[in-house]
């Protein structure tokens, strides 16, 4: 971020440190002893709250720190070494990860995706292109919801998906990181429990959602419950303080709190795009939930960028080029209010 404090970030959704019902839960369980390694009661108790939100006592839940270490467990965890995993090519394991997927000896399969969602047609090209032990073997497939670009899945999309999947022997794996922001967006058609039912496995994120830090995966073919836990002391990811994780998750679920705070980035993210589109600006793609891509001229994304941090997403022309903007449980009002205002300035001195 820039020197100047008056500059607000809408770089990303993990700015904030945590909501205060969190941080008090922490402060009151602090000096209380509990077992290690998620064994702890805070640690059960989240997972009790999330099956019984899951209509699901048989779903193996368990807490890790981040993302991309829920993506590398979870999918390393599951391919033999000849297998690979598909993708659409904004995927954050495609992108965004260093190579972790590849660093544990697995290929990432490449689908083109306007829009960051899979489809079973796009799948089968990949499938159609692999005939024999020459080549790696597809195996899993991979996709976000919300996607990388703030697109979602509606219900009939997964279905079809889920029935591809299973006609095709593969499995099938959904990030979460943004899941309430999908969930709570004003075209999503599922519940948590009904998404659940569609995939093998998928991760909660708390880290982009008002949570300290961590990600709830959530394991319900039982074929790949086994020895799981295994997986994560080797990652690095069983840790002996996993009693934080689970006070976090607790609280986000216990009263709702992870939905009220992921409308409320929604929200943030509508009232810019509302003004944004009034304006005349268009959009790289349409999204309803917290992320957003205005397309502005390139001599207004500067000016923007005096008060406003943001990234520029790709450029569209020499004029002008798409930006993201993110908003977040702990936006406030007025931070988009200032943005909407500086636009609004800007436009009227052209």
């Not at 960051?116 to 790696?136: N, Q, S």
């Not at 899945?153 to 299973?166: G, R, V």
């Not at 004003?186 to 909660?204: P, R």
């Amino acid at each position: 971020m820039k020197n100047n404090t008056m500059v607000y970030s809408f770089k990303n959704d993990y700015s904030e440190g945590a909501h205060p019902n969190i941080l008090k839960a922490m402060m009151d369980t602090n000096g209380q002893q509990q077992d290690g390694y998620g064994e702890d009661d805070y640690s059960q108790e989240a997972v009790t709250i999330l099956q019984d939100m899951l209509q699901n006592k048989n779903a193996d839940i368990h807490l890790v720190s981040g993302g991309t270490q829920a993506n590398l467990i979870v999918i390393s965890s599951i391919l033999r070494p000849y297998e690979s995993v598909i993708a659409a090519n904004t995927g954050h394991i495609n992108v965004h990860e260093t190579g972790a997927i590849e660093a544990t000896g697995h290929k990432v399969n490449v689908v083109d995706s306007q829009d960051g969602k899979l489809t079973p047609e796009g799948i089968k090209e990949v499938l159609d292109a692999h005939t024999d032990e020459h080549m790696v073997k597809p195996r899993l497939v991979y996709i976000s919801n919300s996607t990388e670009i703030g697109t979602i899945y509606k219900k009939n999309e997964l279905q079809a998906l889920q029935s591809f999947c299973k006609s095709h022997h593969l499995l099938l794996y959904l990030d979460g990181a943004r899941l309430g922001s999908a969930l709570c967006s004003e075209e999503n058609d599922m519940s948590l429990a009904e998404l659940s039912k569609l995939v093998d496995v998928f991760y909660i994120g708390g880290t982009k959602n008002g949570a300290l830090l961590g990600e709830a995966i959530v394991i319900l073919n039982d074929e790949l419950k086994k020895n799981f836990r295994f997986h994560l002391k080797q990652r690095g990811a069983l840790l002996a303080k996993g009693r934080v994780l689970g006070v976090l998750f607790a609280e986000l679920f216990r009263d709702d709190l992870f939905f009220d705070l992921a409308k409320h980035a929604n929200a943030m993210a509508s009232k810019l795009s509302d003004t944004i589109k009034e304006l005349g600006f268009h959009f790289l793609i349409s999204s309803t939930t917290n992320q957003i891509f205005p397309i502005f001229p390139n001599e207004i994304i500067e000016q923007l960028n005096e008060k406003h941090a943001f990234y520029i997403w790709c450029q569209i022309d020499d004029k002008s080029s798409a930006i993201r903007l993110v908003t977040s449980w702990a936006t406030k009002e007025e931070a988009v209010e200032g943005f909407i205002n500086e636009l609004k300035k800007i436009v009227l001195q052209k």
